[in-house]
């Protein structure tokens, strides 16, 4: 039947659902152990809440159905192309994926954490930094007492490595 013939209230409402974090086609989507269990968790929460929904009413709660069924699929997308980096293999004395940094500011002579991981993980508020990020790409293969320059349209901003952890 053509849709011309469906009452308005009818129609399907299709539900925008927010991508998640950019990664790059052909880019490796690292995650830390750590990265890995909290999507793993998310994945969990979801199907448990799709299941909550079904049993309730698929009829009355088709919309949210839709939703969680849309993030599902981008998060298994996610899961499945992960690739787990143990932070025990990377080198102990070198800045790569997983790494926990100390940086001091010489501007502002004070220190600072992050840590290096994947684009789903990353939160700046809790001082975690995804390895696409520009301060990432220059702490790469850094060591302790190496300074870098940081360049950012305030302008560029000098530090030294103070420790790394993994």
């Not at 890995?36 to 809440?49: D, G, I, N, W």
């Amino acid at each position: 039947m053509s849709r011309g013939f469906v009452k308005e209230g009818d129609q399907e409402e299709i539900p925008l659902v927010a991508p998640r974090a950019h990664l790059p086609n052909g880019v490796t989507n690292y995650v830390t152990p750590f990265g890995l269990k909290e999507l793993k968790q998310e994945q969990v929460l979801l199907r448990k809440e799709l299941v909550n929904l079904q049993q309730l009413s698929t009829e009355d709660n088709r919309i949210q159905i839709n939703y969680i069924k849309t993030k599902l699929r981008l998060l298994d997308e996610r899961v499945n192309s992960a690739k787990l980096v143990e932070l025990s293999d990377q080198p102990q004395n070198e800045i790569h994926f997983g790494a926990t940094v100390t940086l001091y500011k010489i501007d502002e002579g004070c220190e600072c954490k992050y840590q290096i991981v994947g684009v789903d993980e990353a939160n700046i508020s809790a001082n975690k930094v995804s390895f696409l990020s520009p301060i990432a790409k220059v702490l790469q293969n850094k060591r302790v007492g190496d300074e870098i320059t940081l360049h950012t349209p305030k302008g560029d901003r000098s530090m030294k490595v103070e420790a790394i952890k993994y």
